[in-house]
């Protein structure tokens, strides 16, 4: 596991399945080295985030692609989210507005304004949800499992934690906010 930090966004946590037991101090290869994580027995591979995401919905209808570092990934259990998912949660994680391009014939999703200033984007077709864009900010939340690499992002908050199901265990990445 390591944690990256870059330019103007805040964190993403980057996580290596056979590394869980056997963590140490991952140089990232792409950026600057934000956090090391002081631990026995070190990563002896270094692995490098992608310069571009890449996702999509279900059917294809709906591509994009996302570059720079991830922000803040994370789940939110918000009657919005659970209802609109069908699940406990939703993960999601930010990229610069600017820094995403819808790259299919079909262009952006449709959006549904699930509170006044809050608008999610799923594809018409195949029902994916994909985008949550709030009005004002600079920022666009994709859903993290819609990002053909994103199994490998660790959520490192969970919104409206309160409201979870009381059955639901979770466990979050470090932020290197706070392990600095």
């Known amino acids: 596991m390591f944690t990256v930090r870059g330019g103007p966004v805040r964190s993403f946590v980057l996580c290596v399945a056979e590394h869980q037991r056997d963590r140490g101090s991952v140089r990232h290869t792409a950026g600057k080295i934000a956090s090391r994580i002081k631990e026995p027995s070190p990563v ?11 996702g999509r919905c279900q059917c294809g209808d709906h591509t994009y692609e996302a570059s720079g570092v ?23 994680v930010g990229f610069r507005k600017s820094a995403l391009t819808w790259t299919s014939p079909a262009g952006e999703p449709s959006y549904f304004s ?37 199994v490998e992002l660790v ?15 979770i466990t979050l990445g470090p932020d290197p906010q706070r392990h600095t």
Do not use: K, N
């Open 44 to 54: 002896t591979e270094s692995i490098s985030a992608p310069a571009l995401w890449q």
């Open 70 to 92: 991830p922000d803040d990934p994370h789940l939110c259990s918000c009657q919005h989210c659970t209802r609109l998912s069908g699940a406990p949660a939703m993960a999601w």
């Open 114 to 150: 699930t509170w006044p200033t809050l608008h999610r984007g799923s594809c018409q077709r195949c029902r994916t949800q994909l985008t949550s864009v709030a009005d004002g900010s600079d920022m666009i939340m994709v859903t993290i499992f819609s990002l053909a690499r994103g």
């Open 155 to 169: 959520p490192v908050g969970h919104s409206y934690r309160d409201e979870a199901m009381p059955w639901m265990t």
